[in-house]
């Protein structure tokens, strides 16, 4: 009893520590500068930075996990040297001084496996190392799954993923042989002392080995290997866990964190610049992404933003912030929060911020949670219903919300996968709008927006009541939309330097030429009575508002599907050889072990029926000696043959998670959690590489080690056969109420992970919006109750095992007491036998403990498999077939035709696309408009066969149904408004699998505008080798688009569909993208451009104009332009350029008459 009242409180402590952790990790991350991701100090820095999300990952789940699974090593610290002591005095007393010479062989043979448990954390900590690359490799491809299989780039990750798990695996199959050794020689040492002990004693001091010498002394023994067994066994849990412990300390000491949150060597102080005033203003400032650029060149380490003298923006009113793509526009808003490093230039340098009133932040990537629609906007705020009604009506979100069924109500999904690009941009705006916060930051809002629901935007929003009187900064290339509100005008160069100017825009266009055309071209009339509001994607309607499918809790035992999916890994192509060699290994073992026990008791028998010089101790020591070698032997023989086994499992099954992952429709994707994903190839995964194979190969032990002890009790006591039995029955009646109640705690120990993952993972993706926001304490208390329901569950999961551990204990003590009762008194079996009955009566009793214990352990970690057996049969795109390559020459043009096309998100939904017929001719450029939610980009879905669809689409000839779809993506490329980059160098985002040489590549870049918009400054200047953050966060929003535009010329396919490509990108670089797309790209390549702008689209041969998902015009733009009351002369005529895009439109037809 006192040992269990013991461990539990030894399991009450390590559950408060893992509480701890897990919220200082969170508090920290909230911390960190994720900005810079991809920027570099110096190299090896770089490797402890460069997959911070990966390790983030790794250390909630997999850091954690190894060390709550250390906690037995509390209890080694003082039982071990009691244990020793005890044990030293017992032997004396029963064997002399011959006790003492094995003893000082133990202390002569303890520094072995200490020497090799070194060897297993460098093993461990290089292992953790791989096991950090294979998870970012996965992070990064789940964060960016679209792009990947849109690409037609699946086979390549699965490849790499793959090389990723088998650097992997050479690490861990080199832990797991270098453990096993350990083991033995930790099983060998007790031995070897024992031996030894008997051999003095008998040949030296010639001491009787009498029966009560023997199986008093090995209890001794016995329990001095177990105690070294013990230790080895968690000598591996032990050796993660100091691993663990350091990379966790390594990340709270060691990670880039913010300057607010990082102390000076001299002093105390934070890093603050002193501010001289409360006001809005830049004094003499310098903003850098990294303190020191001492290592390689990249757009974070070498890029400044200066403010020379003063800059003061105008508080209470809206300030203009302008420049062209790439220039520091969006590192200005970042440095006015903090997330930059402040380099003081002279002695007068500071800035400020005021927070007092609140800060409110619109990022350009929208930002949005996991949660309805009416929570996103409410951001943890108080609901008022008017102020509520004005922020949709002015955000121009009201039509929105009368499509889903569900209202604000509907969940968004993750990313905001169930919105389209301007909603979740409007949505973002309005967070801040209905927040209370008096300074508004704005980062290019209306980028996103087509004209209609940008005007609208400016005249409700921008001047409507709700900002009136609140200090707003509106980043945008969008000057003359928003110039007849803004008050004040600042300028950044395209080298960084910050200027205010009023607000005459005849200065500001002096001082910035480039925005004089962009300007002209943008201006607007006056916005018509009948404007023309943004309207949402039509997806399925869900009355419930849900997207996220839960994840299921089953309860019971576990399933015979996960089990076969461990045993077919286990032994792959010879399963029955596998099995019988492992399993047979087992049971001989255990024959093996009961054989040495009862050999030493007729070894003792002997001085019962000779006389002491007449007992040949060399000759029974020399074959007692073989026999342990022997079994010894049988053990590691069947141990090495297992752990190939486990290897094998673990490779293969991670291979067909990739797969599956991978292969899942997009569908499944936009209903499934990323946080869900990662917890498979993390928590899972790690698993089935230690745990749960563990603890496998130790139930077929256990259940051997029963049976066998079992028998061999009965062979000598014959009675007792039946209580045996009896107590095998109660151990297993007790075992399965305590099964029942545990495997539900588990599983839901399990699934209460994922949303505290998710979480984690959602506030690290908007860790500036949350900083700017001023949240989180908030998102620390959400993090702390997600915490505390897991941290319930895992306290309960502890008790039970207290429950069952008393019970069995209990069990075994009295069949124990009962057995030796009935020998001493009641048998006239020799001493030997009683000996040898009583060793495994009591072997017999804490095997069924074990047993419950082990098949408790297995069943929880084999969750595990199941969760992954369930991601193996999700639903799947078709699988590529020998009869759907197409021929190698295809496609040699872009010709496309549609017939009856009919589109939907789902086999249930309704159809979002409504039986389009249309031709395409090679070579054409055609322009795609429609207001948002009319099938735009659903339409660049379906032709890549994205989301079912109906009908045929023939590409160059070919049916699309009928073709593999790797190689039919492989052979059109798609630039999303959003594109996606990986980190990594800017040569491996255009060539991920080097396929091209440099030459391509720059001309690539040259071709996309990248290097006219970076002016002819060397500072910050993108190149092939420049590093890119994940996820390209170290880049403009607009260098990400012309990035992807590169990718695409790249690629150089037949087909190239340009989805909002340039929304983000200056006028006067994506004139530059457009001429140079018509110059560079092939007379025979088709192009589809999806577009707000209209100027983007005006030279297009012919423009389609979707609404509700169906054509309602299709021809060239100078037959739609003279047809009166159409929809896309609507457009035209309401727009401010409307004699610039008659004038063009005349040109073309003029042009192509000539």
């Given at each position: 009893?006192?040992?269990?009242?013991?461990?539990?409180r030894?399991?009450?402590t390590?559950?408060g520590m893992?509480?701890?952790?897990t919220q200082?990790?969170?508090?920290?991350?909230?911390?960190?500068?994720?900005v810079n991701?991809g920027?570099?100090?110096?190299?090896?820095?770089?490797k402890?930075?460069?997959?911070?999300?990966?390790?983030?990952?790794?250390?909630?789940?997999?850091?954690?996990?190894s060390?709550?699974?250390?906690k037995v090593?509390?209890m080694?610290?003082?039982?071990?040297?009691?244990?020793?002591?005890?044990?030293?005095v017992?032997?004396?007393?029963?064997?002399?001084?011959?006790?003492?010479v094995?003893?000082?062989?133990?202390?002569?043979?303890?520094?072995?496996?200490?020497?090799?448990?070194?060897?297993?954390?460098?093993i461990?900590?290089?292992?953790?190392?791989?096991t950090?690359?294979?998870i970012?490799?996965?992070?990064?491809a789940?964060?960016?799954?679209?792009?990947?299989?849109l690409?037609?780039w699946?086979?390549?990750?699965?490849?790499?993923?793959?090389?990723?798990?088998?650097?992997?695996?050479?690490?861990?199959?080199k832990w797991?042989?270098?453990?096993?050794?350990?083991l033995?020689?930790?099983?060998?040492?007790?031995?070897?002392i024992?031996?030894?002990?008997?051999?003095?004693?008998?040949?030296?001091?010639?001491?009787d080995?009498?029966?009560?010498?023997?199986?008093?002394?090995?209890?001794?023994?016995?329990?001095?290997?177990?105690e070294?067994l013990?230790?080895?066994?968690?000598?591996?849990?032990?050796?993660?866990?100091?691993?663990?412990f350091?990379?966790?300390?390594?990340?709270?000491k060691?990670?880039d964190?913010?300057?607010?949150?990082?102390?000076?060597e001299n002093?105390?102080?934070?890093?603050?610049?002193?501010?001289?005033?409360?006001?809005?203003?830049?004094?003499n400032?310098?903003?850098?992404?990294?303190?020191?650029?001492n290592?390689?060149?990249?757009?974070s380490?070498?890029f400044?933003?200066?403010?020379p003298?003063?800059?003061?923006?105008?508080?209470?009113?809206?300030?203009?912030?302008?420049?062209?793509?790439g220039s520091?526009?969006?590192?200005?808003?970042m440095?006015l929060?903090?997330?930059?490093?402040?380099?003081?230039?002279?002695?007068?340098?500071?800035?400020?911020?005021?927070?007092?009133g609140?800060?409110?932040f619109?990022?350009?990537?929208?930002?949005?949670?996991?949660?309805?629609?009416?929570?996103?906007?409410?951001?943890?705020?108080?609901?008022?219903?008017?102020?509520?009604?004005k922020?949709?009506?002015?955000?121009?979100?009201?039509?929105?919300l009368?499509?889903?069924?569900?209202g604000?109500?509907?969940e968004?999904?993750?990313?905001?996968?169930?919105?389209?690009?301007?909603?979740?941009?409007?949505?973002?705006?309005?967070?801040?709008?209905?927040?209370?916060?008096?300074?508004?930051?704005?980062?290019?809002?209306?980028?996103?927006?087509d004209?209609h629901?940008?005007?609208?935007?400016?005249?409700?929003?921008?001047?409507?009541?709700?900002?009136?009187?609140r200090?707003v900064?509106?980043?945008?290339?969008?000057?003359?939309?928003?110039?007849?509100?803004?008050?004040?005008?600042?300028?950044?160069?395209s080298?960084g330097?910050?200027?205010?100017?009023g607000?005459?825009i005849?200065?500001?266009?002096?001082?910035?030429?480039?925005?004089?055309?962009?300007?002209?071209?943008?201006?607007?009339?006056?916005?018509?009575?009948?404007?023309?509001?943004?309207?949402?994607?039509?997806?399925?309607?869900?009355?419930?508002?849900?997207?996220?499918?839960?994840?299921?809790v089953?309860?019971?035992?576990?399933?015979?599907?996960?089990?076969k999916?461990?045993?077919?890994?286990?032994?792959g192509?010879?399963?029955?050889?596998?099995?019988?060699?492992?399993?047979?290994?087992?049971?001989?073992g255990n024959?093996?072990?009961?054989?040495?026990?009862?050999?030493l008791?007729?070894?003792?028998?002997?001085?019962?029926?000779?006389?002491?010089?007449?007992v040949?101790?060399?000759?029974?020591?020399?074959?007692?000696?073989?026999?342990?070698?022997?079994?010894?032997?049988?053990?590691?023989?069947?141990?090495?043959?297992?752990?190939?086994?486990?290897?094998?499992?673990s490779?293969?099954?991670?291979?067909?998670?990739?797969?599956?992952?991978?292969?899942?429709?997009?569908?499944w994707?936009?209903e499934?959690?990323?946080s869900?994903?990662?917890?498979?190839?993390?928590q899972?995964?790690?698993?089935?590489?230690?745990?749960?194979?563990?603890?496998?190969?130790?139930?077929?032990?256990?259940?051997?080690?029963?049976t066998?002890?079992?028998?061999?009790?009965?062979?000598?006591?014959?009675?007792?056969?039946?209580p045996?039995?009896?107590?095998a029955?109660?151990?297993?009646?007790i075992?399965?109420?305590?099964?029942?109640?545990q495997?539900?705690?588990?599983?839901?120990?399990s699934?209460?992970?994922s949303p505290?993952?998710?979480?984690?993972?959602?506030a690290?993706?908007g860790?500036?919006s949350?900083?700017a926001?001023?949240?989180?304490?908030?998102?620390?208390?959400?993090?702390?109750?997600?915490?505390?329901?897991?941290?319930?569950?895992l306290?309960?999961?502890?008790?039970?095992?207290?429950?069952?551990?008393?019970?069995?204990?209990?069990?075994?003590?009295?069949?124990?007491?009962?057995?030796?009762?009935y020998?001493?008194?009641?048998?006239?079996v020799?001493?030997?036998?009683?000996?040898?009955?009583?060793?495994?009566?009591?072997?017999?009793?804490?095997?069924?403990?074990?047993?419950v214990?082990?098949?408790?352990?297995?069943?929880m970690?084999?969750?595990?498999?199941e969760?992954?057996?369930?991601?193996?049969?999700?639903?799947q795109e078709?699988?590529?077939?020998?009869?759907?390559?197409?021929?190698a020459s295809?496609?040699?043009?872009?010709?496309?035709?549609?017939?009856?096309?009919?589109?939907?998100?789902?086999?249930?939904?309704?159809?979002?696309l409504?039986?389009?017929?249309?031709?395409?001719?090679?070579?054409?450029?055609?322009?795609?408009?429609g207001r948002?939610?009319?099938g735009?980009?659903?339409?660049?879905?379906?032709?890549?066969?994205?989301?079912?669809?109906?009908?045929?689409?023939?590409?160059?000839?070919l049916?699309t149904?009928?073709?593999?779809?790797?190689?039919?993506?492989s052979?059109?490329?798609?630039?999303p408004?959003?594109?996606?980059?990986?980190?990594?160098?800017l040569r491996?985002?255009?060539?991920?699998?080097?396929?091209?040489?440099d030459?391509?590549?720059?001309?690539a870049?040259k071709?996309?505008?990248?290097?006219?918009?970076?002016g002819?400054?060397?500072?910050?200047?993108?190149?092939?080798?420049?590093?890119?953050?994940?996820?390209?966060?170290?880049?403009?929003?607009?260098?990400?688009?012309?990035?992807?535009?590169a990718?695409?010329?790249v690629r150089?396919?037949?087909?190239?569909?340009?989805d909002?490509?340039?929304?983000?990108?200056d006028?006067?670089?994506?004139?530059?993208?457009?001429?140079?797309?018509?110059?560079?790209?092939?007379?025979d390549?088709?192009?589809?451009t999806?577009?707000?702008?209209?100027?983007?689209?005006?030279?297009?041969?012919?423009?389609?104009?979707l609404?509700?998902?169906?054509?309602?015009?299709?021809?060239?733009?100078?037959?739609?332009?003279a047809?009166?009351?159409g929809?896309?002369?609507?457009l035209?005529?309401?727009?401010?350029?409307?004699?610039?895009?008659?004038?063009?439109?005349?040109?073309?037809?003029?042009?192509?008459?000539?």
């Amino acid at each position: 009893m006192g040992y269990h009242y013991y461990v539990a409180r030894m399991n009450r402590t390590i559950v408060g520590m893992e509480s701890i952790l897990t919220q200082l990790i969170f508090d920290y991350g909230l911390r960190l500068r994720v900005v810079n991701e991809g920027s570099e100090k110096d190299q090896d820095e770089d490797k402890k930075k460069k997959n911070f999300l990966g390790k983030l990952n790794n250390m909630v789940t997999s850091d954690l996990e190894s060390i709550n699974q250390a906690k037995v090593i509390i209890m080694l610290f003082w039982c071990l040297p009691i244990q020793m002591i005890f044990s030293s005095v017992f032997l004396y007393l029963i064997l002399g001084w011959s006790a003492f010479v094995g003893l000082a062989l133990l202390v002569a043979l303890l520094p072995v496996p200490g020497y090799m448990t070194g060897l297993l954390q460098g093993i461990q900590r290089e292992k953790m190392e791989k096991t950090d690359n294979r998870i970012q490799t996965l992070t990064e491809a789940m964060g960016v799954l679209r792009t990947i299989k849109l690409f037609g780039w699946e086979k390549n990750i699965q490849e790499k993923a793959d090389k990723r798990r088998d650097e992997e695996l050479k690490l861990v199959w080199k832990w797991k042989l270098l453990h096993l050794f350990i083991l033995h020689v930790n099983h060998l040492i007790p031995t070897i002392i024992m031996l030894a002990t008997y051999a003095v004693a008998a040949l030296i001091m010639k001491i009787d080995l009498t029966a009560s010498r023997i199986f008093s002394s090995m209890i001794i023994f016995g329990n001095l290997r177990d105690e070294m067994l013990r230790a080895n066994m968690i000598l591996g849990s032990v050796v993660r866990a100091r691993v663990s412990f350091d990379r966790i300390n390594s990340f709270f000491k060691e990670m880039d964190f913010l300057d607010s949150y990082q102390l000076t060597e001299n002093s105390p102080a934070l890093v603050r610049p002193q501010l001289v005033d409360d006001g809005f203003y830049l004094r003499n400032a310098s903003f850098t992404w990294t303190p020191k650029t001492n290592g390689e060149s990249t757009p974070s380490s070498t890029f400044k933003l200066t403010v020379p003298g003063e800059l003061r923006f105008m508080e209470g009113k809206i300030n203009l912030i302008v420049g062209p793509t790439g220039s520091g526009k969006t590192s200005l808003l970042m440095a006015l929060l903090g997330e930059m490093h402040f380099t003081p230039s002279k002695p007068d340098s500071s800035f400020n911020l005021p927070r007092a009133g609140g800060v409110a932040f619109a990022v350009q990537e929208s930002w949005v949670q996991n949660e309805t629609i009416r929570e996103n906007i409410l951001f943890y705020s108080p609901y008022d219903e008017e102020r509520y009604k004005k922020v949709l009506y002015q955000c121009a979100l009201e039509p929105d919300l009368e499509l889903f069924e569900a209202g604000d109500a509907t969940e968004v999904g993750e990313r905001g996968l169930t919105l389209s690009g301007g909603q979740k941009a409007r949505l973002t705006l309005a967070r801040a709008i209905y927040s209370n916060a008096q300074t508004i930051l704005l980062d290019d809002v209306l980028a996103a927006l087509d004209v209609h629901t940008a005007k609208w935007v400016v005249n409700k929003c921008l001047k409507g009541d709700l900002v009136k009187g609140r200090t707003v900064l509106l980043v945008t290339h969008n000057v003359a939309l928003a110039y007849p509100v803004t008050d004040y005008i600042v300028t950044v160069s395209s080298i960084g330097v910050v200027t205010g100017h009023g607000r005459d825009i005849s200065k500001v266009l002096q001082a910035e030429p480039t925005l004089q055309t962009e300007y002209e071209r943008d201006k607007l009339a006056i916005a018509k009575d009948d404007l023309l509001i943004d309207e949402p994607t039509e997806k399925e309607k869900k009355a419930s508002g849900k997207l996220i499918v839960a994840e299921e809790v089953r309860h019971g035992n576990v399933s015979w599907k996960a089990l076969k999916l461990l045993l077919k890994g286990l032994g792959g192509q010879h399963v029955v050889l596998f099995f019988t060699l492992w399993i047979g290994g087992h049971v001989l073992g255990n024959v093996m072990g009961s054989f040495n026990l009862w050999f030493l008791g007729y070894w003792s028998s002997q001085y019962e029926n000779h006389r002491p010089e007449e007992v040949s101790v060399a000759k029974y020591l020399g074959i007692y000696i073989g026999l342990t070698f022997i079994y010894i032997a049988i053990h590691a023989s069947k141990n090495i043959w297992f752990t190939l086994g486990s290897v094998r499992a673990s490779r293969t099954i991670h291979k067909s998670l990739t797969e599956a992952i991978l292969g899942a429709t997009l569908r499944w994707f936009d209903e499934t959690p990323i946080s869900r994903v990662i917890t498979r190839f993390t928590q899972d995964i790690q698993a089935l590489d230690s745990s749960l194979v563990s603890y496998g190969n130790g139930v077929v032990s256990v259940i051997c080690m029963v049976t066998i002890s079992l028998t061999s009790a009965v062979l000598f006591v014959p009675i007792f056969a039946l209580p045996g039995l009896v107590v095998a029955g109660l151990g297993i009646l007790i075992g399965g109420r305590y099964l029942k109640a545990q495997l539900s705690v588990k599983r839901e120990l399990s699934n209460a992970k994922s949303p505290m993952i998710s979480h984690f993972s959602a506030a690290m993706a908007g860790l500036v919006s949350i900083r700017a926001y001023g949240a989180q304490d908030v998102f620390k208390t959400e993090s702390r109750r997600r915490i505390d329901h897991y941290i319930r569950m895992l306290r309960l999961n502890y008790d039970l095992n207290r429950w069952i551990g008393i019970r069995i204990d209990s069990l075994g003590a009295i069949f124990t007491a009962s057995l030796a009762a009935y020998l001493t008194y009641a048998s006239t079996v020799s001493a030997a036998n009683v000996g040898f009955s009583l060793n495994r009566a009591v072997e017999f009793t804490l095997a069924i403990l074990y047993m419950v214990q082990d098949v408790y352990v297995f069943q929880m970690e084999a969750n595990s498999m199941e969760r992954i057996a369930a991601y193996l049969e999700i639903e799947q795109e078709p699988k590529p077939t020998e009869s759907g390559k197409p021929p190698a020459s295809w496609p040699t043009s872009g010709d496309l035709r549609v017939e009856n096309l009919t589109a939907r998100y789902s086999k249930a939904g309704p159809a979002v696309l409504h039986d389009l017929t249309f031709d395409i001719h090679a070579g054409e450029r055609i322009g795609v408009v429609g207001r948002t939610g009319s099938g735009k980009s659903t339409l660049t879905l379906a032709l890549l066969r994205g989301i079912i669809t109906e009908g045929t689409v023939y590409f160059d000839g070919l049916a699309t149904n009928k073709i593999n779809l790797d190689a039919l993506r492989s052979h059109i490329t798609i630039i999303p408004q959003s594109p996606e980059l990986l980190s990594g160098s800017l040569r491996y985002n255009l060539d991920p699998f080097e396929e091209y040489d440099d030459a391509t590549l720059n001309a690539a870049l040259k071709s996309s505008g990248l290097y006219a918009s970076q002016g002819d400054s060397d500072e910050g200047r993108l190149s092939l080798e420049t590093t890119i953050a994940s996820g390209g966060t170290n880049v403009s929003a607009g260098q990400r688009q012309i990035i992807a535009l590169a990718r695409a010329i790249v690629r150089s396919t037949k087909l190239l569909i340009l989805d909002e490509a340039t929304s983000a990108i200056d006028h006067e670089t994506d004139a530059i993208i457009q001429n140079t797309l018509r110059r560079e790209l092939g007379s025979d390549v088709t192009v589809l451009t999806i577009a707000h702008r209209l100027q983007t689209i005006m030279d297009a041969d012919r423009i389609m104009v979707l609404d509700a998902g169906n054509i309602v015009e299709f021809a060239s733009p100078k037959e739609l332009l003279a047809k009166e009351k159409g929809f896309f002369k609507a457009l035209v005529d309401e727009s401010g350029d409307k004699d610039h895009f008659y004038e063009v439109v005349e040109k073309k037809g003029s042009s192509s008459t000539a």
